[in-house]
């Protein structure tokens, strides 16, 4: 699943006019406030495999900053990635795995990317095209369906219960989901192609 729809939204909330059809754009996070996100629902269908991956800049990676949060009723922690305590988090339905890479350089540009499999259960972080670590969590599960998505921050119920301290702060882009594990021959490939480099079906 490619989220086209997220990527429409993400270009008319950057762009500010709906003439702009060019919706590959950067979101800009300039500060912690927990008004400064987006929220709709995707109308995922329940997953036991999946990817997200994004270009990322931070401005703050010493707290916890969120920038992806899918919430479902029951479960407002179905799946989130952000940074928190200078770690990447992957949280696969509660379950954690987290990596020990954060850049010094703020400037820089990252490639970040969350992968699941329900059959065998591996959570994987890479970074920059390698895998970081891998976590078995949640094998024979299912992410569930019928959630609600946000970007830059991070839902304590569904579609809300934001706190500004978990707030990203920094720059997305090309934040796309698959509906299974990509390989990682498939994520290196599309950190070595660069921010505007190819994608898989």
Known sequence: ISLKILLAVVGLAASGT?????????????????????????ELPALTGLTVCAWKQDKDNGRARYWFSYAVPGNDNELILGDAKGMHKFYVKRALTQSYMLPSNKVKWVHVCGAWDSETGNAVISINGKAINTVVVKK?????????????????????????NQAYIG????????DRALTQAEIASMFNEGMCGIFFA
Do not use: C
Not at 29 to 39: E, G, L, W
């Open 18 to 42: 709906a003439r702009d059809t060019s919706y590959n754009k950067i979101i800009n996070f300039p500060a912690a406030r927990n008004t400064n996100y987006i929220s709709f629902n995707p």
């Open 171 to 178: 720059n997305l882009y090309n934040i796309n989901m698959w």
């Open 140 to 164: 024979g599960e299912a992410l569930r369906a019928g959630g609600n998505l946000v970007i830059g921050q991070e839902q304590d119920t569904v579609g809300g219960g934001f706190d500004s």
